[in-house]
């Protein structure tokens, strides 16, 4: 018996769409480019905050620390500002209302 996607997309792509709850592989793979350029876009401000926070290119294991603690939320932030971007928005934004339920253990509305 075949497989009903042997011939499409990966199988992960498929598991991805039904946890997710998303209408199509299409806004997998926009939400998939959304988490993409936002860490890339992270990755590449990590020096600059390192260097404002360390106030020099050497920056201390308390400086790193720092740095983590600020870039949670502003991750949050930059994952909303290209979900909204990319059209998907809502998603994100149920995205970060489960996240922070979890994080900060609130019970949901």
């Keep these: 018996m075949k497989d009903e996607h042997s011939n499409a997309a ?3 792509l498929y598991q991805l769409q039904k946890r997710w709850k998303l209408k ?4 997998v793979l926009v939400v998939l480019v959304v988490f993409s350029c ?3 876009t992270v990755f590449f401000i990590k020096k600059p905050i390192l260097e404002g ?5 050497n920056p201390s294991a308390l400086a ?3 740095y983590y ?6 991750y949050n932030i930059i994952l909303l500002f290209y979900g909204f971007i990319l059209g998907q928005f809502h998603f994100f934004w149920e ?5 922070f339920r979890k994080v900060f253990f609130l019970k949901k509305d």
């Design 10 to 12: 990966p199988r992960w």
């Design 24 to 27: 199509s592989l299409k806004q």
């Design 38 to 40: 936002t860490g890339f």
């Design 53 to 57: 926070i360390a106030g020099g290119s």
């Design 64 to 66: 790193n620390i720092l």
């Design 69 to 74: 603690v600020f870039i949670l939320p502003l």
């Design 95 to 99: 995205f970060e209302k489960r996240f």
